[in-house]
C-alpha cells in the first residue's frame, strides 16, 4: 500500500487561497476582539458614572446636613438666649437684637436669624422693625412647632417671601415659656437662589443636575434651574425608577433613567441628607460620561480600518510577491540545471571540500586529473592528490590560511593522478566559516596551467637572453668609451695642429666645421656612452661634500658668454636657509644642471635663463631635500610633446629642421641621473611659454670633517677660467697650459705632443684612460659599500650589491623589510633630533639581533624610517622576534614620563583630524626568496609591499610573513596572498 503524503509549500499553488482565507479571518477576529472591548469599555465608562454621581450625591448630602447642623446650633443659642430673658421677667429686645445679629454674622449662606413670640409676631433679628406687626403664624413650620412641643429643628417647605417675592424655605426650634408653654420660635431662612449658588459650585458636566427634594418628593432646589424661574418648586413629578426605590424606604441607591423634567438621558445617585427629610440628587449626562468612550471606539474603529487596509495592501503586495516567486522559482530551478550543465562540463577541476580536508563533490574533469570517477571521489581526502613534494607546503599553507580566518586564496601546487600522471594546478579557493568562526567547507577551482608555464618559462627565458644581449651591448658600449673617444681626440687634435699651419681662410672654414663636426659626435658619442653606463649598471652614485657657491660658479662660468652672446638674463640664486657644504655626487648634480640650463640656453632667444635652488625639507635635518628649478622664457615645449621629453631619441620637435641639433639624449641621461640619486624631475611647459624643469634631490648634511675636506678642495683647485669671447683671447688664454694627461694610441698621442710643444711643451705626467677607468670604478665599488650618515648602516646601492650576491649563489635568503609606524607624528611632536634618536635605536636594534642570531647576516638603512635586514632563511623569525622584543622594552624610553603614562601622543593623521597615537613601533615583513628561477629587485619590493600592508594592520610591534611560496621556486609563482 502507497501512502501518498501532499506537500504544503509556500510556492505551491493552493498557498494563496489558504493565505487570503487567513487573512480574512485574522481581520474578522481583530473586528471582534475591538467590538469586544469596546462594549467592555461602554460598561466600565457606566460604572465610572455610578460611582461619581454616587460619591458626589454623598458629598452634597454631608455638605447640606453640616450647613443644617450649623444652623441649628445658632438656633439653639438664639432659643437659650430667648428663654433666659424671658424667665428674667423682662424682654431686652435691642440687646436680643446685637446677639442675633453676632449669631447671624457667622452664617454667611443664612439670609435672616429672627425670632416671633407666642402669637407669631417677629419681636427680634436683624432688621426686624417691631411696629410693622409682621407675623409668621401661618407658616407651616410655626404650627408644627406650636402644635408639637417634642419637634426639634423644622425644616420648612419652600415658602415664597412677603417682602422680597423671592423663594426660600426656613430652620425653625421651639422656645418654651418658663411655665414650659409655648413661647415663640426662633428660626433662620435661606433663600433657595443662595443653595443654588453652593449647589452650582460642584461640577457635574454641562449636561449634569443637581436637585434636593423633602419627604414627600416634592422639589425645593434644582441646579441649573429650569427655563420658567420657579415654576417647578414643589414638583412631585420624579421618574418611574426614583418613585419605586424611593418608595421602598431606600435612603441612598443609583439608577439610570431620562429626566422627568427635560428627558435627557442620565445616571443618577440619590441620598438622604443626615436624619433631615431632605433627599438630594445627581444626575450625570450620558452623552458626558460616554464622550471618552465615544472617542475611544472612534479610535478603535480607525485603527480596525487601517488595519483592515495595511493586510489588504500587504496582501496584495504578498500576492505579487508570491506570484514573482514563483516566477524566480521557475527561472532559478532552469538556471541551475543550467549551471550544473556549466560545472559538469568546465575544462577546469571544480571541487568542495569539508573541514576535514575529504572531497564532497568535484566535476567530471575529475576523471582526467584525479583518474577517477566524480562519485568515487567523494570522501577521499583531498591531499591524497597532491604532489609528495607539494603536499607539506600546501598543507602549511592551508593551516596558516585557516589560522588568519582568510577567506579567499590563490596557489599552485601540483595534482598527480592515480594513473601517475603529474599537472601543475593553479588553484582559486574560498574558504566558508560558521558563526563561532570554525572552517565549515572550502569551494576550489584549478587550472591546469602545466602548458602554460611551460611557455612561461620559454618567454622567461627568451626574455632573459634578449635582456642579456641588450645588457651586453650597453655593457660593451661603456666599456669602449676609451677605444671610442679615442680616434675622435686623435681626429680633434689633428684638426687642431692643422689650423696651426698657416692655411688659407677657405681651408680654416673647412677645418672650422670639421672641428664643429667632430666635437658634435664627440658629445653625441659621450651621451649614448653615459646612456648605455646608466642602463648597464655601471654608473654610480659617489656623495662627497662639496661646496654649492662652487656648483653656482661653474654653472655661470660655463654659459655666461652664449647668454651674453645672445642677449639673455642668466640668474643663479642659493637660497640662505641652505648650507654652504652638502654631501652628494656633485660631478653627477654637474652634468644634470649643465644639461638643463644648456637646453634652456640653447631654446631660448631672448629673455632671462634664470636658475634657484631652495631647501623643501628641514636644513638641519639629514637626508635634506633641495630643489634646483631652472626655467626659462623660451620657446616651450608643446603639451602632446612634455609626456615623452625624458625618453631617449625624443626632440620637442621630431626634425633637425630648427638648425638646434641634439639627439634628445640629454633629457634621458638627466632623468636616469636623477633616478639613480633618489630624486625626482618634473616640467611644466606650454609652446612660446617657456620651460621650468623642477629638479628634486636628497643631500647629506656635512659634518666638520666634510666642510673641512670641501673647502680643502675648492682652494687647491684653480679657479675655472673665463670662456673666451674671441679666437685671439682663446689663444692668449692657452699660454703655459700643462696637459696632464696622455691617451693611447699613436695618433693621440701624437697630437697631444703637438699641442704640448705648441703650448710651451711642459709635459708634467702621463696617465692611460684604462688606469683611470679603473680607478673610478674602484671608487664606485667603495662608494656602494658606504654607510648612512646617520646610523652608519651601509645603503640603497650596498642592499642591492648583497641582494644580487645572494642571489648570484642561489643562497635561500629571507628580506626581512622593517618599518617605523608613527614616526612622522612622534618626529613631528618631538622634532628631528628626538627623531634621529628613534631611528638610531631601530638601527642599533637590528645590529644587535642580527649579529646574536646570524653575525653574518646584513643590515641596511633603506632611507628615512625603513630599514632592511637580509638573512638566512632559518634565522628571519628569530631576528624578528629579537628585536621586536627589544624594541618593545626601549621605545617608551623615547617619550616623556607623561606620553609614557597615556601610552602615546595626540596628533595630526593623513586627513589632518586630531586623534590618539600609540608608542612608535616596528612593523615587519619578511619575505623568503629561493632562487632557483630568476627574481629580480623589483619582484621583492612589490611582494614586500603586499606583506607589510599586513603587518600595518595589527596594531603595536608586529611581523607578518609571507605565507605563498618563496620568490624564485620552480614548482610554482603565487599571484597573491
Not at 458629598?59 to 453640616?66: F, K, M
Not at 443664612?110 to 436683624?126: K, M, N
Not at 435627557?264 to 468612550?293: K, M, N, Q
Not at 595534482?415 to 560558521?434: A, C, F, N
Request: glycine letters at 8%; aromatic letters at 8%.
Amino acid at each position: 500500500m502507497t501512502i501518498r503524503t501532499r506537500q504544503f509549500s509556500p510556492l505551491s499553488p493552493s498557498f494563496s487561497a489558504w493565505f487570503a482565507a487567513g487573512v480574512a479571518l485574522a481581520n474578522l477576529l481583530v473586528f471582534l476582539l475591538a467590538g469586544l472591548s469596546l462594549l467592555d469599555s461602554r460598561e466600565h465608562y457606566r460604572e465610572r458614572s455610578e460611582v461619581a454621581t454616587r460619591n458626589m450625591a454623598q458629598a452634597l448630602a454631608g455638605y447640606t446636613d453640616n450647613l443644617l447642623a450649623t444652623v441649628d446650633v445658632a438656633l439653639g443659642a438664639a432659643v437659650e438666649e430667648y428663654q433666659e430673658q424671658l424667665a428674667s421677667g423682662r424682654i431686652d429686645y435691642p440687646a436680643l437684637d446685637a446677639y442675633l445679629a453676632q449669631l447671624h454674622s457667622h452664617l454667611k449662606s443664612i439670609d435672616s436669624l429672627r425670632v416671633a413670640d407666642a402669637r407669631g409676631a417677629i419681636t427680634a433679628g436683624v432688621g426686624v422693625d417691631r411696629n410693622s406687626h409682621a407675623s409668621v403664624a401661618d407658616r407651616d413650620y410655626f404650627l408644627a412647632l406650636r402644635d408639637n412641643p417634642q419637634a426639634g429643628l423644622v425644616l420648612s417647605k419652600p415658602i415664597l417671601g412677603r417682602v422680597t417675592g423671592k423663594w426660600g424655605f426656613a430652620f425653625a426650634r421651639r422656645m418654651r415659656g418658663p411655665d414650659g408653654s409655648f413661647a415663640g420660635v426662633a428660626y433662620a431662612t435661606m433663600l433657595l437662589d443662595a443653595y443654588a449658588k453652593l449647589l452650582a459650585s460642584f461640577d457635574v458636566g454641562v449636561h449634569g443636575v443637581i436637585g434636593v427634594r423633602d419627604q414627600d418628593m416634592g422639589l425645593i432646589v434644582r441646579q441649573p434651574p429650569l427655563p420658567q424661574s420657579g415654576a417647578a418648586i414643589g414638583s412631585k413629578a420624579v421618574s418611574k425608577e426614583f418613585q419605586e426605590i424611593f418608595q421602598a424606604g431606600v435612603t441612598s441607591g443609583t439608577y439610570q433613567t431620562e429626566g422627568n423634567l427635560d428627558a435627557a438621558s442620565r445616571t443618577y445617585s440619590f441620598s438622604r441628607i443626615g436624619e433631615s427629610p431632605w433627599y438630594v440628587i445627581v444626575g450625570v449626562g450620558r452623552d458626558e460620561y460616554l464622550a471618552p468612550w465615544r472617542a475611544e471606539a472612534a479610535r478603535t474603529m480607525v485603527l480596525a480600518a487601517v488595519f483592515l487596509l495595511v493586510t489588504a495592501v500587504l496582501s496584495l503586495l504578498f500576492h505579487r510577491r508570491w506570484k514573482s516567486q514563483l516566477a524566480q522559482a521557475a527561472a532559478l530551478a532552469e538556471q541551475e540545471a543550467r549551471f550544473r550543465g556549466v560545472v559538469e562540463g568546465a575544462s577546469d577541476l571544480i571541487t568542495q571540500v569539508d573541514a576535514a580536508g575529504r572531497l564532497l563533490y568535484v566535476n567530471p574533469v575529475a576523471r582526467v586529473i584525479f583518474g577517477l570517477e566524480p562519485r568515487d571521489c567523494a570522501g577521499r581526502p583531498a591531499f591524497d592528490f597532491v604532489h609528495p613534494q607539494d603536499r607539506e607546503a600546501t598543507m602549511s599553507a592551508f593551516q596558516g590560511w585557516v589560522a588568519d580566518k582568510s577567506t579567499h586564496a590563490i596557489f599552485e601546487n601540483r595534482q598527480v593522478s592515480l594513473t601517475g600522471e603529474t599537472r601543475l594546478m593553479s588553484w582559486t579557493i574560498d574558504l566558508h566559516y560558521d558563526a563561532r568562526g570554525n572552517l565549515t567547507s572550502i569551494d576550489g577551482i584549478a587550472q591546469d596551467v602545466t602548458g602554460r608555464k611551460q611557455a612561461e618559462a620559454a618567454l622567461v627565458a627568451a626574455k632573459e637572453a634578449a635582456e642579456g644581449a641588450s645588457r651586453a651591448k650597453s655593457m660593451f658600449l661603456a666599456s669602449m668609451s676609451h677605444e671610442i673617444r679615442t680616434p675622435l681626440n686623435g681626429v680633434m687634435g689633428m684638426l687642431q695642429l692643422l689650423n696651426l699651419t698657416g692655411l688659407s681662410e677657405e681651408q680654416q672654414e673647412y677645418t672650422r666645421l670639421a672641428t664643429v663636426s667632430a666635437k658634435r659626435l664627440t658629445r653625441l658619442l659621450s651621451d649614448i656612452l653615459d646612456l648605455s653606463k646608466v642602463e648597464s649598471d655601471m654608473l654610480e652614485v659617489r656623495p662627497a661634500a662639496f661646496s654649492l657657491a662652487d656648483l653656482r660658479a661653474s654653472v655661470l662660468d660655463i654659459f655666461g658668454l652664449p647668454c651674453r652672446q645672445k642677449g639673455l638674463a642668466l640668474e643663479f640664486t642659493l637660497d640662505e636657509r641652505l648650507p654652504p657644504i652638502l654631501v652628494g655626487d656633485a660631478a653627477r648634480l654637474r652634468q644634470i644642471l649643465f644639461n638643463l640650463a644648456g637646453n634652456a640656453v640653447k631654446f631660448t632667444d631672448s629673455g632671462f635663463v634664470r636658475i634657484q635652488a631652495r631647501p623643501v625639507s628641514d636644513p638641519e635635518v639629514s637626508p635634506l631635500t633641495v630643489v634646483f628649478i631652472v626655467a626659462d622664457s623660451g620657446r616651450g615645449i608643446a603639451e602632446d610633446m612634455a609626456p615623452r621629453i625624458f625618453e631617449p631619441f625624443v626632440q620637442a620637435r621630431d626634425s633637425f629642421t630648427r638648425g638646434d641639433g641634439g639627439a634628445g639624449l640629454g633629457l634621458a641621461i638627466v632623468k636616469r641621473l636623477t633616478l639613480l640619486m633618489g630624486g625626482e624631475i618634473a616640467l611644466e611647459s606650454a609652446a612660446g611659454q617657456g620651460a621650468v624643469m623642477r629638479l628634486t634631490l636628497p643631500f647629506g648634511l656635512a659634518d666638520e670633517a666634510d666642510k673641512a675636506a670641501a673647502r680643502a678642495g675648492a682652494a687647491s683647485a684653480p679657479l675655472p677660467p673665463e670662456p673666451p669671447e674671441t679666437p685671439e683671447a682663446a689663444a692668449d688664454a692657452g699660454q703655459g697650459l700643462h696637459m696632464l694627461l696622455e691617451q693611447d694610441g699613436e695618433i693621440n698621442q701624437e697630437a697631444i705632443d703637438d699641442i704640448i710643444e705648441t703650448r710651451d711643451g711642459a709635459l708634467a705626467e702621463t696617465v692611460s684612460v684604462q688606469k683611470m677607468l679603473d680607478s673610478l670604478a674602484q671608487v664606485q665599488a667603495d662608494l656602494a659599500k658606504g654607510a648612512s650618515p646617520l646610523t652608519g648602516l651601509p645603503g640603497n646601492l650596498a642592499i642591492e650589491l648583497e641582494f644580487h650576491r645572494r642571489a648570484k649563489k642561489r643562497l635561500p635568503t629571507s628580506m626581512i623589510y622593517i618599518d617605523l609606524d608613527n614616526f612622522k607624528v612622534y618626529n613631528d611632536a618631538y622634532g628631528f633630533s628626538q627623531g634621529d634618536k628613534a631611528l638610531l635605536l631601530t638601527a642599533r636594534v637590528l645590529r644587535e639581533a642580527a649579529a646574536a642570531h646570524a653575525p653574518a647576516d646584513f643590515v641596511g638603512h633603506v632611507g628615512g624610517d625603513d630599514f632592511v635586514v637580509i638573512a638566512a632563511m632559518d634565522h628571519a623569525d628569530a631576528i624578528s622576534r629579537a628585536a621586536i622584543a627589544s624594541f618593545s622594552r626601549e621605545a617608551p624610553g623615547l617619550y616623556t614620563p607623561e606620553d609614557r603614562e597615556a601610552g602615546g601622543i595626540r596628533g595630526a593623521d593623513r586627513d589632518g583630524r586630531q586623534r590618539f597615537f600609540p608608542f612608535v613601533s616596528l612593523s615587519i615583513a619578511i619575505v623568503d626568496c629561493v632562487f632557483q628561477t630568476a627574481v629580480t629587485f623589483e619582484e621583492v619590493s612589490r611582494r614586500v609591499a603586499e606583506v607589510k600592508k599586513i603587518a600595518k594592520a595589527q596594531p603595536g610591534n608586529s611581523s607578518a610573513r609571507d605565507r605563498r611560496a618563496p620568490l624564485g621556486a620552480a614548482w610554482a609563482q603565487p599571484d597573491a596572498l
